[in-house]
């Protein structure tokens, strides 16, 4: 592919603070996103969007006319790659906002340079923001933009078409890849045939296709031919009491109560992890959002870019989520990142989401630093962790020749942190400039021009 820097236009180029054909960020500690020990005082050339060059700082020249970055004391990961996002916001009385604007704006900021969105409530409107970011002329990362949800009648959300049947499932695949969607999710109450239907019309078009299910299991999911499953294992009905086929159960809440009553190295947990991996199914995890129905976490970061009334309404949740000391997460979440932990031990791909969607709260950027967090918090080394958010979720979206980790070759999408992530992922908040495929931005430029309007567009 030829190499070339993304383009920049005019309404991007406030947020850019680096743009220049040759660039060298020199005396930096490398994290290369592969699971690989961090390597010292490295210098890495950019060259027209791609990494030119990588290694020792002693043994790599600087060509003439490069603009120099001295960074020392701070790191370079690859630029995140997190696969269950949203442009979208819950903003009352059943409706979802659309956020294409301004959470496209703060995913960058946060470091995630890659995205797949998880579903989407408005139509087009993803789709031609991932288009347009692609052409320079809105800032973001790139987007694998996912249709509308595949769902079966029974959620009632007036944003989403209920599938009258498998051949409207055939039909709806087929009329949004035509649109430009390059991905597809399964959602609660689909059956399992308007399943197999769906993941048959993606993969005859190269797509794939995720799903947060209820009413298909595990197991008739990866039969079914998904490809991956969002919520780790918090959305798993394969065990289930009384589990009637093509039926969501409590919508949703007795897969979580399974689960938490649930040993994941019990043998039919583990049978059904071995299937998982035979069937080559992924598994994303997104604790971040399961935190914030979990009483005795920290409030999450970064409220203050949301429209004031969207803030205080998420505030009143918080609190009201630390009085229920009856919630089912309390046992749930910690349950949850022992299975992640285990499915990984099993041999599965486990890849990283946020969900900035369910009661609110979670702001985009912030939510995928916090979403690394919690999987050190579950058990994954630092730099596992940062795989997982980088190179895997790369791999899965098909781009892992091209992105994910920092290697010769590939885009120069990176991100410069303050601090040194493999000693404390808390270092991933330190966010200093994002590049995309060349291109250096300044996320504070990002996070003020969104300050307080988050829920307006
Ligand atoms: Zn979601």
């Known amino acids: 592919m030829e190499a070339q820097r993304a383009p920049v236009g005019p309404s991007t180029r406030s947020y850019v603070r680096f743009d220049t054909a040759v660039l060298a960020l020199t005396n930096v500690r490398v994290i ?3 699971g690989a020990a961090p390597r010292e005082a490295h210098t890495i050339i950019v060259r027209d969007g791609r ?46 906002a659309n956020l294409t604007e301004s959470f496209s704006r703060l995913y960058l900021a946060g470091g995630v340079t890659s995205m797949r969105t998880g579903g989407n409530m408005n139509g087009l409107a993803e ?65 399992r045939d ?10 005859a078009r190269g797509l794939k296709i995720t799903g947060h ?79 914030t ?9 970064g409220l203050d870019v949301l429209l004031p009334t969207l803030r205080e309404d998420y505030e009143r949740r918080y609190a009201a989520t630390q009085r229920n000391t009856q919630s089912p997460y309390a046992r749930a979440f910690p349950k949850g990142m022992a299975f992640e932990r285990a499915f990984v031990q099993a041999g599965g791909t486990l890849i990283v989401g946020t969900d900035p969607t369910g009661g609110g709260g979670l702001v985009p950027g912030f939510s995928n630093q916090r979403a690394l967090e919690l999987l050190v918090e579950a058990g994954f080394t630092p730099l596992e962790a940062l795989r997982i958010g980088t190179l895997n979720g790369a791999t899965y979206l098909g781009r892992g020749a091209l992105t994910g980790s920092l290697e010769v ?27 995309r495929q060349g291109v250096g931005y300044d996320p504070q430029a990002l996070i003020e021009s969104v300050r307080g309007k988050a829920g307006l567009w």
Request: glycine fraction near 10%; include cysteine.
């Open 194 to 203: 308007a399943l197999r239907v769906s993941a048959r019309e993606a993969h």
């Open 127 to 191: 789709i031609l923001v991932a288009q347009a970011i692609a052409r320079g002329e809105k800032p973001g990362p790139f987007i694998d933009a996912t249709a509308p949800y595949l769902e079966g009648p029974g959620m009632g959300f007036n944003q989403v078409v209920p599938l009258r049947d498998t051949t409207h499932a055939k039909q709806l695949v087929a009329y949004w890849a035509d649109q430009g969607a390059t991905s597809f999710k399964a959602y609660m109450n689909i059956s």
């Open 213 to 291: 299910l209820c009413s298909v299991t595990y197991r008739e999911a990866a039969d079914a031919g998904i490809d991956d499953l969002e919520h780790g294992f918090f959305a798993m009905n394969d065990f289930v009491p009384g589990k009637t086929p093509d039926r969501c159960m409590a919508r949703g809440g007795a897969a979580t109560q399974s689960m938490a009553s649930l040993d994941p190295s019990s043998s039919d947990v583990q049978a059904l992890f071995r299937h998982l991996v035979e069937k080559r199914v992924a598994v994303t995890s997104t604790l971040a959002i399961f935190e």
């Open 409 to 435: 070759g590939k885009l120069a999408d990176l991100v410069v942190l303050d601090g040194n992530p493999a000693a404390d992922i808390a270092a991933v908040r330190n966010v200093q400039w994002v590049f």
């Open 32 to 34: 290369d996103g592969t």
């Open 293 to 301: 129905f979990t009483p005795g976490r920290p409030m999450p970061r």
């Open 51 to 96: 990494i030119a060059a990588l290694g020792p700082s002693a043994g790599v020249s600087v060509p003439a006319g490069a603009q120099v970055l001295d960074l020392s004391g701070k790191s370079v990961i690859p630029g995140l790659v997190m696969v269950h996002e949203h442009l979208y916001y819950p903003v009352g009385a059943g409706t979802y």
